[in-house]
């Protein structure tokens, strides 16, 4: 069962949801919570010559931090904007630190937007879920699917946060290696 913008409130309210900063009113729809991009990214490098170039994350020992700390570099978000290419990909956070209390029955789904969408803009590639007990800034996977370059800035409305009861109460909270994503 999805919440409503009214159900979204009173979570909010009660500590099931805690969004900080708390979004805006503007934030809210019918069903869901607009969340804002983070000023930092992680941008996939070419490789260097001689770099070995396949990602193997079924290698013993692979830890996906080390990975992508080795082929991508961070940057911020500058007031021009990110210019995202045409099938760019590169690795986001939301602005706003979200917590599921996992004794709330809530779990949480990342969609994109319309407006967004229409354009080519997707915000993940195959990792919707939020799961009970998670906490920190989401992380994205931002690609420009369409044929033109999109610009992202800082703060600008990039994704909903919808916000889904399950049957019952998990007997363990997420603990992988994403809880507290911001990179």
Not at 139 to 149: D, S, Y
Request: net charge negative; glycine share 8%; proline share 7%.
């Amino acid at each position: 069962m999805i919440l409503t913008d009214r159900e979204l409130r009173h979570s909010l309210e009660t500590g099931g949801v805690v969004i900080e900063p708390r979004p805006a009113e503007a934030a809210f729809g019918p069903t869901s919570i607009d969340l804002r991009l983070h000023s930092r990214l992680r941008v996939f490098r070419t490789p260097e010559t001689g770099e070995a170039t396949p990602i193997d994350p079924a290698a013993d020992g692979y830890v996906f931090a080390e990975a992508i700390d080795k082929i991508t570099s961070p940057i911020e978000i500058t007031e021009q904007g990110f210019l995202l290419a045409p099938q760019q990909l590169v690795l986001a956070w939301t602005l706003e630190t979200v917590l599921l209390d996992p004794n709330s029955r809530l779990v949480g789904r990342l969609e994109g937007k319309s407006a967004l969408a229409r354009i080519g803009l997707a915000v993940h590639v195959t990792a919707p879920t939020i799961h009970a007990g998670s906490s920190g800034q989401i992380q994205l996977e931002i690609v420009n699917h369409g044929p033109r370059p999109i610009v992202l800035r800082r703060a600008m409305r990039i994704c909903q946060f919808i916000v889904e009861q399950t049957l019952g109460v998990p007997d363990q909270v997420y603990r992988g290696q994403f809880k507290g994503q911001l990179g």
